[in-house]
Antibody, heavy 120, light 107 residues
C-alpha cells in the first residue's frame, strides 16, 4: 500500500518561494507520474504539474513560469518549488501519484495535504 | 483549456435514494474522464476512471457513464458515507482540469 507524505513551510510572505516535498513509501517510484495539485475555496482543484522518474515534466501553463517540479529517485521523493508567491497562491497543496489504468492516467494515491498561507 | 461544468452545485438527498451527478466538458474529452470523492479534511479519492471503470475497492453502487462532452456519475442507493463533494477531471488535453464540484448533502 503506497503512502505519500508531504511537508514544507506553511506560512510565507509575498514574493517568497514555496517549497514542498513529498516522500513515497511502500511502492515503486518508476512507472508512474508524480503530481502536485492545489485546492482553494475560490478556484477549486487546480493541477500544477507532474514529473516521472526520468524527470520528464508537464506543467500547467498558468503557473509554468514560476513552477519547478523535481525528483530524487534515490530518496523516493519529489518536490515543488513555486517562486514569487502572492496571496492568490494560498491553498491546500496535495502531492499525488498518477497511475496508468488501461489507457488513462489517474490520480490514485494522494498525500495528506498541506495548507500554505501567503500573508504579510 | 477544457472547462468542466458540474451540475447541480448541491444535491440534497436521503440515504437509500439514488443520485445522479453531471459533468459537461467544453469540448470532447472522449472517455478521458475521472470522478473523485472528497470528504472534509481529506484528499480526493479516485472513484471512476475512463468514464465508466470503477477504481479498486469502489462499491458497485457507484457507476459512471458518458463520452465526448456529457458524463454522469450515479450512486444507486446512497449510504451515509457517500455524502461528500464529487469532482470530475479530464486528462484528454493539457492542462488537466477539474470541475468545480457537486456537494451531495443529507436531506
Amino acid at each position: 500500500q503506497v503512502q505519500l507524505q508531504q511537508w514544507g513551510a506553511g506560512l510565507l510572505k509575498p514574493s517568497e518561494t514555496l517549497s514542498l516535498t513529498c516522500t513515497v513509501y511502500g511502492g515503486s517510484f518508476s512507472g508512474y507520474y508524480w503530481s502536485w495539485i492545489r485546492q482553494t475555496p475560490g478556484k477549486g482543484l487546480e493541477w500544477i504539474g507532474e514529473i516521472n522518474h526520468s524527470k520528464s515534466t508537464n506543467y500547467n501553463p498558468s503557473l509554468k513560469t514560476r513552477v519547478t517540479i523535481s525528483v530524487d529517485t534515490s530518496k523516493n521523493q519529489f518536490s515543488l518549488t513555486l517562486t514569487s508567491v502572492t496571496a492568490a497562491d494560498t491553498a491546500v497543496y496535495y502531492c499525488a501519484r498518477v497511475t496508468l489504468f488501461g489507457s488513462t492516467w489517474n490520480f490514485d494515491s494522494w498525500g495528506q495535504g498541506a495548507l500554505v498561507t501567503v500573508s504579510t | 483549456e477544457i472547462v468542466l461544468t458540474q451540475s447541480p452545485a448541491t444535491l440534497s438527498l436521503s440515504p437509500g435514494e439514488g443520485a445522479t451527478l453531471s459533468c459537461r466538458a467544453s469540448q470532447s474529452v472522449t472517455t478521458y474522464l475521472a470522478w473523485y470523492q472528497q470528504k472534509p479534511g481529506q484528499a480526493p479519492r479516485l472513484l471512476i476512471y475512463g468514464a465508466f471503470n470503477r477504481a479498486t475497492g469502489i462499491p458497485a453502487r457507484f457507476g459512471g457513464s458518458g463520452s465526448g462532452t456529457d458524463f454522469t456519475l450515479t450512486i444507486s442507493s446512497l449510504e451515509p458515507e457517500d455524502f461528500a463533494v464529487y469532482y470530475c477531471q479530464q486528462r484528454y488535453k493539457w492542462p488537466i482540469t477539474f470541475g468545480q464540484g457537486t456537494r451531495l448533502e443529507i436531506k
